[in-house]
């Protein structure tokens, strides 16, 4: 059962347009939602997060917008460059006494110059 | 500032082999620590997690087993290899009562053959 689903798999965007990654959960006790980027034959890094007491957080060009009542969150890539071109992972964890942080199964994005 | 040091950096092994891998946290006293296991172009599935010294517990079956024989030591082990064993194998650490960010380590990536 996959409590964090991602879409696309994979996705190609050109450089200075804005890319739309997508996440979803089940679980209504997730309260804390990372992304990590990874590049490739590389270990993944925390790129942003938000805690649903927001529905928008910012960092610079990116943005997660985070809907509580449909259990969806995006990530906005805005002005995307070749350098972010990576593979995005969408989490999620309780923050409660919780030890999982459960990872959805990415997507790859590709920047072309 | 908190380092994360994973050994070895690659393993070739054969099937029916055992393994021992590493994980040292420098820098963070008491950190929670885990095991996460990616296949190629896969998601990162956590396999383990610890709280404190000699307290593992694990989250998939794999036929692995992990120890802390240290506060700042995390091993991932099993007697015999299978061919389904291979992937890019993560230590990570976090602080606080929870899992949410988490700092992975550089990897190992296992072959088995």
């Known amino acids: 059962q996959q409590q964090v689903r991602q879409s696309p798999q994979s996705l190609t965007v050109w450089e200075g347009e804005t890319a739309i990654l997508n996440c979803s959960y089940e679980?209504?006790?997730?309260?804390?939602f990372p992304w990590y980027w990874q590049f490739p034959r590389e270990s993944p890094a925390l790129l942003i997060a938000?805690?649903?007491?927001?529905n928008k957080k910012e960092d610079g060009r990116f943005t997660i917008f985070f809907n509580k009542r449909e259990k969806k969150l995006s990530l906005h890539i805005t002005d995307s460059q070749p350098g972010d071109s990576a593979t995005y992972f969408c989490a999620a964890s309780a923050s409660s006494g919780s030890w999982q942080l459960i990872f959805g199964s990415g997507t790859q994005l590709t920047v072309m110059p | 500032a908190q380092t994360i040091h994973q050994w070895p950096v690659a393993e070739i092994k054969a099937v029916g082999s055992p393994l021992s891998l590493g994980c040292t946290i420098k820098?963070?006293?008491?950190?929670?620590l885990y095991w996460y296991w990616q296949a190629t172009g896969g998601t990162l599935q956590q396999l383990f997690y610890?709280?404190?010294?000699?307290?593992v517990e694990s989250v998939v079956q794999l036929n692995l087993s992990a120890s802390r024989p240290k506060d700042d030591q995390f091993i991932l082990s099993t007697e015999k290899l299978l061919l389904s064993h291979s992937g890019f194998y993560l230590c990570?650490?976090?602080?606080?009562?929870?899992?949410?960010?988490?700092?992975f380590g550089s990897g190992t990536r296992l072959t088995v053959l």
């Open positions: 990570a650490w976090s602080q606080g009562a929870s899992a949410e960010t988490l700092y």
């Open positions: 679980d209504s006790t997730f309260d804390y």
């Open positions: 938000i805690r649903p007491v927001s």
């Open positions: 610890s709280i404190t010294v000699g307290q």
């Open positions: 820098g963070k006293s008491s950190p929670n």
